[in-house]
């Protein structure tokens, strides 16, 4: 954010100074667990909940993942290519003990180890449920004649069954 305005002697307004970003960073951190606790974002965030501070003022437009730009700011450069991982799993967290470079391909993997992809139910937009999977696969019924009792595509009747999709039912 930036500071206040300020007025000259003559009563005409000056224009607001900027902030050092780094400091508009630190005041939007929650540091109260402690330092090896997970120090949460609490601006603003994108719709996968990762931090976002807008860099260059109230005007631009200029908007950066905040962990990232943080690890560069705060521990140093990235290789091409790399990321900043989560340890904690906590997008919003802006421990940098709780940071670690990596590929995205590692990011993923830390997702699946962990059990934080979305999957069945749970994942939004899915039409069918474990169960429904389970018939489907058990059916001799024609692929389009399942794909429409179920509202879904023929290919993805044809996925299921070869266990391309669901593999985890």
């Known amino acids: ?7 000259t002697m003559e009563g005409t307004l000056m224009p607001p100074t900027p902030v050092d970003p780094l400091i508009r960073y630190e005041r939007h951190i929650d ?5 090896d606790a ?6 603003g965030v994108d719709r996968h909940g990762r931090g976002r501070l807008r860099l260059g003022g109230r005007d631009a437009l200029q908007c950066t993942n905040i962990h990232r730009w943080a690890y560069l700011q705060l521990i140093g450069p990235l ?4 990321v900043v991982r989560h340890t904690c799993d906590l997008p919003r967290c802006q421990n940098p003990r709780h940071w670690i470079p990596g590929t995205q391909q590692d990011n993923i993997r830390d997702m699946v180890e962990r059990g934080r992809v979305a999957r069945g139910p749970s994942k939004r937009g899915t ?6 999977v389970r018939e ?3 059916s001799e019924e024609l692929q ?3 794909a429409s009792r179920y509202g879904v595509a023929r290919c993805t009747i044809s996925e299921i069954k ?3 999709k669901w593999q985890w039912v």
């Open 1 to 7: 954010r930036y500071s206040d305005p300020t007025t």
């Open 31 to 35: 540091r109260s667990g402690g330092e």
């Open 38 to 43: 997970c120090h949460p974002w609490i601006g």
């Open 79 to 82: 290789e091409p290519g790399q």
């Open 127 to 132: 039409k069918l449920t474990p169960d429904a």
């Open 136 to 138: 489907i696969r058990a």
């Open 144 to 146: 389009r004649v399942l």
């Open 162 to 164: 070869s266990r391309k």
